[in-house]
């Protein structure tokens, strides 16, 4: 039987059987949702969202179909910053309701006079009444992730939301390094989490984040895919990015030869936007770099001489290439190009440059982030982080990432001993702070820990800063 909102449930009650505890893991390219035990999110949604005109007004559109499918005067946008925090709170607020009402839970009913033919007009404000009461996680506690540099302000409107608008029995708020750390079995670790917007460097002991040593550095997932589209620009002859909804038809062409393509037209008042088109080459270039690119992982810089007197990239020219077809049919195997997109996340002075796009400063460099990091915790339990150094976010899985960010951290820690853990499972690499508030939701010990929507009424939202540490 659901339990009211109002009255919190019992301690057995949260996560157990009879209650399922929910896990949201939000981040500015995707958004996780699902429930605290199991082993992977079942809803994940592209966390930018379509506005298409409809009758004088803009409506909103959330999930794969909708901001992949080229609809009349399309745009795209992200109530996500860059740095992972949120924007637009309202937009924000509807996206993870999608994600968590499209395949966990139901989605709030509808109009109640659909299937009833209703004559009496007390009855339907009854209904009407009845219907915006209901809220969508009434008998679900909600787990929500949360970046480290989060602010007061961010903290409490996390927890408004939960409650207000979705009517959530308990709460709780994770940071997302210490889930991740949870993820890989340890209470204590250096967790890197390499996603698309960002680089986050989070020291974590017993449990908890140590904010002095955050580091966030913007050389993530999108910094190589600018890298990618300075590389393709200057290239000779220079790279198509055509993107797959601007292709018809195409026909099998030799490496490196012209396309021969039937591309799609639309007319100019009505073709989608310039921010669809950038969403769509996104897209494409994210195939690029899981199929394609490369990190250098042997010891050194790619710009480097080895130890046999030769330098490093002409080692790499004389590897076989990686073949790329692009959606057009377009086709060439890639050689040397493929490691320079990555290394600037490394090396800085060997990021592409251009108009507008100029080197990132040192401090922005990944190893350069890392004794940032190291540099602010306290001194005595930095071998014990190097030691449990876990490495997550969905840029990481570039072929050679963690053999190289290994190698960087024995030659600039000699003294103590480096071990990176990296699961080799996709999954747990790209959902690893949702895989540790899964297991975070449903341990036993939690559910004293839950705060209980009467907590909440008594306290207001300022609770969340004293009990979510």
């Known amino acids: ?7 919190p449930p019992s301690n057995a009650e949260y996560g157990g059987d009879e209650i399922s505890a929910l896990v949201l893991d939000p981040g500015y390219s995707t958004t996780r949702a699902g429930f605290a035990g199991e082993d992977v999110p079942k809803s994940v949604v592209p966390s930018f969202y379509a506005i298409v005109p409809s009758d004088g007004s803009s409506k909103y559109l959330y999930g794969d179909n909708a901001v992949h499918n080229p609809l009349p005067q399309i745009s795209v946008a992200n109530p996500m910053a860059k740095d992972g925090t949120v924007e637009d709170w309202d937009t924000a607020t509807n996206l993870w309701e999608y994600t968590i009402t499209s395949r966990l839970t139901n989605p709030r009913p ?37 970046t480290g540099w989060n602010s007061g302000k961010g903290r409490e409107k996390g927890i408004e939301i939960a409650m207000e608008n979705w009517g959530c029995p308990a709460f709780w708020l994770a940071r997302n390094g210490v889930c991740a750390a949870f993820a890989a079995g340890k209470a204590s670790a250096l967790v890197i989490d390499v996603g698309a917007s960002s680089i986050s460097i989070t020291p974590v002991h017993d449990g908890l984040i140590l904010r002095k040593g955050v580091v966030r550095s913007p050389l993530a997932g999108n910094f190589v895919s600018d890298q990618l589209r300075l590389l393709f620009s200057t290239s000779t002859p220079p790279v198509p990015l055509v993107p797959h909804y601007l292709v018809s038809s195409k026909t099998p062409v030799d490496a490196g030869a012209p396309a021969v393509a039937t591309y799609r037209t639309f007319d100019p008042k009505i073709a989608p936007s310039l921010t669809f088109r950038r969403l769509q080459e996104e897209r494409l270039l994210t195939e690029f770099k899981e199929s394609v690119v490369q990190v250098w992982p042997r010891p050194g810089r790619l710009s480097e001489q080895n130890g046999l007197g030769g330098m490093n990239e002409e080692v790499v020219r004389a590897q076989p290439g990686r073949p790329f077809e692009m959606p057009d049919g377009w086709n060439q195997m890639f050689g040397a190009e493929r490691y320079r997109a990555a290394e600037g996340i490394f090396d800085v002075k060997a990021a592409i440059t251009g108009e507008g796009s100029p080197a990132p400063p040192q401090s922005q460099s990944l190893l350069a982030s890392i004794k940032t990091s190291l540099g602010q915790v306290d001194v005595d339990i930095r071998p014990h982080l190097l030691s449990n150094v876990v490495v997550t976010g969905g840029a990481s899985l ?13 030659e600039s820690f000699s003294g103590p001993r480096v071990r990176v853990s990296a699961p080799g499972n996709m999954y747990e690499r790209k959902y ?15 559910h004293q820990m839950w705060i209980s929507k009467k907590e909440y009424e008594e306290h207001g939202a300022g609770i969340v800063e004293k009990r979510c540490k």
Not at 1 to 7: G, V, Y
Not at 432 to 446: C, D, N, P, R
């Open 1 to 7: 039987m659901a339990q009211s909102s109002a009255i």
């Open 110 to 146: 509808g109009n109640p006079l659909v299937k009833l033919d209703l004559k009496e007009p007390e009855m339907y404000d009854q209904m009407v009444t009845a219907e915006n009461q209901e809220k969508p996680l009434e008998e679900n506690p909600l787990l929500m992730t949360e």
């Open 398 to 410: 570039m072929q050679g990432f963690t053999e190289r960010l290994n190698h960087e951290l024995m």
């Open 432 to 446: 690893a702070s949702w895989i540790g508030g899964s297991i975070l939701a449903s341990l036993g010990t939690f």
